[in-house]
């Protein structure tokens, strides 16, 4: 279903939503280098939020991949400045 959502080409803000949605399904069902994957797409076609990261670093460390330290480095600094924009 997702990915016939994501074959549509909706715009970009459906497309982060369905992907965000598909990675989320695929973790859920222990799927996790698909997940993995998911996530690692988005943040290639720019779809770079906060969550993305934070998704793809607890992918990474259920997998125990090393790229987890690095993906939880920039979930921290993405979720800080986007508090700072709320803050401001």
């Not at 982060?16 to 989320?24: N, P, V």
């Not at 290639?44 to 939880?72: C, K, M, P």
């Amino acid at each position: 279903m997702f990915r016939t959502a994501l074959d549509s080409h909706p715009d970009h803000d459906d497309e982060a939503r369905i992907s965000l949605s598909l990675g989320l399904a695929q973790a859920k069902l222990g799927r996790h280098r698909d997940a993995a994957e998911t996530f690692q797409a988005m943040i290639e076609r720019g779809i770079n939020d906060f969550l993305i990261h934070r998704n793809l670093a607890l992918q990474y460390e259920l997998l125990g991949d090393s790229r987890s330290l690095e993906q939880r480095a920039i979930y921290l600094q993405k979720y800080d400045s986007a508090l700072k924009a709320i803050l401001k």
